[in-house]
């Protein structure tokens, strides 16, 4: 295809076809060294014709026989075949001028396509018949008028050079005198056109650079027509002779691969009316055309096999195929840089250097994800790595921490120069990056993206692993330091509020308070110091402080609740020491002068005291070792008062002795003064406070009565048989027992067959012993005669009960089995006149029928011990 059609006759530019027929061209790899010529002038003026024989193109020209009508529509382009020593050389064909075809009045194609011509022509014909010249009604006067007219609406730095072909010249008329008419004619046009003010004093002069050629009759001197056109076309071919007609090759065309962009943008200029700013169209033409191949580029990498292949080499475990992994990202776009720079380098050049610049930070953007997810898994891998070593180094946490991230931060800093390229490598020469400026490929991202800031970026997320991994590390390290000063804190403190609620003095909880406020200060100051090592800053080391005071406090409260659900406990240890020692201290032996029932009410007084202090926790408030927490004077009125209200509610629970308790009454019930109510709660007290209500108070004394019943109704059979000169109904040890393990551990031991066996077995012995020493003659002569004269006895004695066990067993073999009768056996003739007491002991390993048993006695005595669940 030689010829091409531009623009329709209905007036529509053909873009896809224009851009094949320039790429049969091979437009796409001109220079910015090429040069379009149009021509204008009437219609049938012989352009075409004039177009063919000059340039060598082959524009449809009108065949004489075929009818005048036959003309050039619309635009047409052709690539001049003709060799050209300044560069291609491209012709645009119009639709004459003539209004024929079109109508008189519509002069619209005409201005559009003079417009378009003027515009993207670096040289423009026009034709005009040679009799025209200085003629009022010349045929080529509206055509020039419209010329005149577009100029004004094009901004051109440079002159747009008008070539006037005079047709038809004969020998006769002097070509200088034609010169001087068309300048006269053309003067007088300029002046009849309306020019905007700021152009009424130029001269068309200032628009255009006139030429002025000639050619001879087409038909009539043919040879000489070929001959000069010929010629002519020397003018177009060589730039370096004086009447050249090549354009100034100074850059300042619009590059051939941006021609279908330029031809496009001019045309709906011109369609739409606009004033066309040249050097304006031109950076627009650069900035379209610069981003298309940028944008080429770019989508040439991003769908290249290469790229995926690397992707995919990216291992989650941090390591790459190969190393140079930013060698490798760096050649990717270095490949795209280059076609770009390629193809863009006839575009003007601020554009585009600032579209390169764009699509750099473009090719970052889309390479930037394989750098990062390496970077990732390495910065990973590393942590992990450091979180492992710091966690089995078994150095202070300073050291540690200090030696690891060290190390990661060399093998990260190694990591990153291998994984990110030099951003310098992108640029183009003598560029830097602070010249090349960020531009904003994504518009949202506030980031440019170089490589440099990838590397920031990655590294800043690094360091946060980095130091939260150490963090965690001593977040761990000072909980175990904390924990471990907890647990001495607990000991110690523990030990101590136990040892003071065992026994407990009147002032229990002041002595509480101040064991609460000395050890906080004490144990904050030694978790103080243990944390030293980890540099805490202030708030730290005062949050630290508080917590280990209020864990103080926790403990000691914990201690005295544990204390107060143990209230039975501590109660019976309470009326032991009081029941079953003497004034002196010592244990108790129960004579017939003793009044149990007094010790009994002493005793239980005692625990009563116990219970009283431990109903309601009276720990200060805020005595966790914070200065000025004292308890205020009125306060402690406050707490004293309550207390003594409890300590007589309380108190209800001793009976105490009735004043005719000796003469029975009748109507006892009547005359007595009604027993006081136990509260239904503390009045006044906090409800956080209270340890043991009421109600608990009350079910823990009935516990407690009946756990200690048996040791006073077994004192009261001792005092009895002190009385009447007997043994004590029940030996010291098992009232000891009873009050130690309580009762119903005592009826454990005595439940079991095997252990009861070997009690009574044992108890049976020991009672055989008693008797034939005859202990109770020996102690008459005093103590320690007494005892002396036993000791002699012990042995002798044993073994002559041994050895009459031995013989009734022997002599009772095969009558009798052994089995339950063997205890009796052997105890009946043992016990002999001590029968009585041994069915004594009999009841007691019976059990369950103790109270009732001793019931008459003990109410006998004054004191009544009441049935469990009274
Ligand atoms: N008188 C004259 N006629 C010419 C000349 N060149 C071409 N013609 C004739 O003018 C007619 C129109 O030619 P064409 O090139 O089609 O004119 P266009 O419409 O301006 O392209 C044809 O019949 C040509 O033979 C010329 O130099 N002088
Ligand atoms: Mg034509």
Sequence with gaps: MTKHQLVTHDGELLEAPLASYLETLGATQWSSKYQVVAIMGPQSSGKSTLMNHVFGT?????????????????????????????????????????????????????????????????????????????????????????????????????????????????????????????????????????????????????????????????????????????????????????????????????????????????????????????????????????????????????????????????????????PGLGLKLAAHAIIALRGYDDEAQYFDESVRVAKRDELRTRLVHALKPIAQTHLKHVGEKLVRRLRNAMAASKDSFAFVSAGATKEAREEWANAVADAVPDDDSLLLPGQTLGDAGGVDSEGDQSDLDTWRAVADRVTDDFEKLLAA??????????????????????????????????????????????????????????????????????????????????????????????????????????????????????????????????????????????????????????????????????????????????????????????????????????????????????????????????????????????DTAYAVSQALAAREAAARGGAPAAPAWMIAALLITGFDEAMWLLRNPITLLFLVATGLFLRAMYNNMDVETAMRMGVVPGLMFLATKVVPTAMAILKKLWEEGAMMHGIQPVGSGTGSGAAGPAAGANANAAGGDASIAAGGEKERVFAPSVSGEGVRVREKGE
């Excluded at 009539?220 to 002519?232: K, M, R, S, V």
């Design 58 to 322: 082959d524009f449809q020209m009108m065949d004489e026989s075929r009818g005048r009508s036959q003309t050039t529509k619309g635009v047409w382009l052709a690539k001049s075949p003709k060799d050209n020593a300044y560069g291609p050389t491209l012709v645009m064909d119009l639709e004459g001028t003539d209004g024929r075809e079109r109508g008189e009045d519509d002069t619209k194609f005409e201005k559009q396509s003079s417009l378009f011509a003027m515009a993207t022509a670096d040289t423009l014909l026009v034709n005009i018949w040679c009799h025209d010249i200085g003629r009022e009604n010349a045929s080529g006067k509206p055509l020039l008028k419209t010329i005149f007219q577009v100029i004004l609406k094009i901004f051109n730095p440079k002159k747009t050079t008008l070539l006037f072909v005079i047709r038809d010249k004969t020998s006769k008329t002097p070509m200088d005198a034609l010169v001087r008419d068309m300048r006269t004619d053309l003067q007088s046009i300029w002046r009849s056109v309306t020019k905007p003010s700021k152009f009424e004093r130029r001269s068309f002069d200032d628009f255009f650079t006139l030429e002025f050629t000639s050619l001879p009759h087409y038909e009539y001197a043919h040879d000489q027509f070929i001959e000069e056109g010929n010629a002519l076309y020397g003018r177009f071919a060589d730039p370096n002779r004086r009447d050249t007609l090549c354009p100034v090759a100074d850059g300042s065309n619009v590059p051939a691969n941006g021609l279908v962009v330029s031809l496009r943008e001019t045309w709906n200029a011109v369609v739409g009316d606009k004033d066309l700013d040249l050097p304006a169209h031109k950076v627009m033409v650069a900035t379209v055309r610069c981003e298309e191949i940028a944008g080429a580029k770019l989508a040439t990498m991003c769908e290249g096999r290469e790229l995926a292949s690397l992707t995919s080499s990216v291992a989650p475990d941090g390591a790459v195929a190969a």
């Design 469 to 706: 991994c150490v963090a965690d590390e001593r977040k761990t390290r000072v909980g175990d330091a904390t924990r471990a000063c907890e647990r001495t804190m607990e000991r110690a403190v523990g030990s101590q509020v136990t040892g003071l609620i065992e026994d407990p003095p009147e002032d229990l909880w002041e002595r509480l308070d101040a064991v609460l406020a000395t050890s906080a200060r004490r144990h904050c100051k030694a978790l103080h110091d243990a944390l030293k090592g980890f540099e805490p800053g202030a708030d730290e080391s005062t949050a630290a402080a508080a917590a280990m005071a209020t864990r103080v406090r926790e403990v000691v409260e914990a201690k005295t609740r544990d204390a107060a659900e143990k209230a039975v406990e501590l109660m019976k240890t309470a009326f032991a020491r009081v029941f079953s020692k003497d004034s002196r201290g010592l244990p108790r032996t129960w004579k017939a002068t003793d009044d149990v029932a007094a010790a009994n009410r002493r005793a239980q007084r005692e625990a009563v005291r116990v219970l009283g202090l431990l109903a309601v926790s009276r720990l200060g408030k805020d005595s966790g070792g914070t200065p000025g927490s004292k308890r205020t004077e009125h306060d402690a009125e406050t707490q004293a008062r309550r207390q003594d209200a409890i300590n007589a509610a309380l108190s209800t629970f001793v009976q105490e002795p009735d004043i005719d308790d000796d003469l029975p009454n009748p109507d006892e019930d009547v005359t007595k003064p009604p027993r006081p109510e136990l509260p239904t709660e503390w009045v006044g007290e906090d409800e956080n406070a209270v340890m043991l209500t009421p109600q608990e108070c009350r079910s823990a004394w009935r516990k407690f009565e009946a």
